[in-house]
């Protein structure tokens, strides 16, 4: 039960768009529409911010969108702010049943 | 509001036992397969067990399997996991978290430290 690979660091200036990738295979990512993302604070619970590859649970802000082609998924944050800097997590279900998340990807606002 | 309150988590010597327990409340929990997601210090999430809204369906991550085990008390609203011979490596942060597919409702966590 390996992890979805993600990159670990993506950084970008207030105002702009980044992208974080999720790369699982055929059994997961490949296999369903249940990639989900979530944003994680210093010292806090993970939150919801996409799910079933690109649908936004009520509250999260539109400038969050989500995609996916074969076995990679992919986050979008666009208008970047400073209280988007945090730790970013895919996951997908699998084909056993199971959940496997990615190693996850630290966001910086410079 | 829907919420999860997760407890239990303590400071044990390699090879105990420690049970945790997650309450719900704001929605029917009973229809709701819920789920244990660790994270160890410093590093990513990892998804530990899940159990069918019955009870009667349950999986495990392969490094606990045979020493925890995941029930739940409808009657009561409750999630548990039982942490048997646990090691050093089980040290985490323990979150509850509603559904199997797409955890949307997450606990604020119960920390299990591990170490002599």
């Known amino acids: 039960q390996s992890v979805l690979t993600q990159p670990a660091s993506v950084s970008g200036s207030p105002g702009q768009s980044i992208t974080i990738s999720c790369t699982g295979t055929?059994?997961?990512?490949?296999?369903?529409?249940?990639v989900s993302w979530y944003q994680q604070h210093p010292g806090k619970a993970p939150k919801l911010m996409i799910y079933n590859v690109n649908n936004r649970p009520s509250g999260v802000s539109n400038r969050f969108s989500g995609s996916k082609s074969g076995n990679t998924a992919s986050l979008a944050i666009s208008g970047l702010q400073a209280e988007d800097e945090a730790d970013y997590y895919c996951s997908s279900y699998t084909t056993s049943r199971t959940l496997i998340f990615g190693g996850g990807s630290k966001v910086t606002v410079l | 509001e829907e919420q999860l309150v997760d407890s239990g988590g303590d400071l044990v010597q390699p090879g105990g036992s420690l049970r945790l327990s997650c309450a719900a409340s704001?929605?029917?929990?009973?229809?709701?397969?819920m789920t244990w997601v660790r994270q160890a210090p410093g590093r990513g999430l990892e998804w530990v067990a899940n159990?069918?809204?019955?009870?009667?369906?349950?999986y495990y991550v392969d490094s606990v399997k045979g020493r925890f085990t995941i029930s739940r008390d409808n009657a009561k609203n409750s999630l548990y996991l039982q942490l048997n011979s646990l090691r050093v490596e089980d040290t985490a942060v323990y979150y509850c978290v509603r559904d199997r597919i797409t955890p949307s409702v997450w606990g604020q966590g119960t920390r299990v430290t591990v170490s002599s």
């Open positions: 704001g929605f029917n929990f009973s229809s709701y397969w």
């Open positions: 055929s059994s997961d990512v490949g296999a369903y529409n249940y």
């Open positions: 159990i069918k809204p019955d009870g009667s369906d349950r």
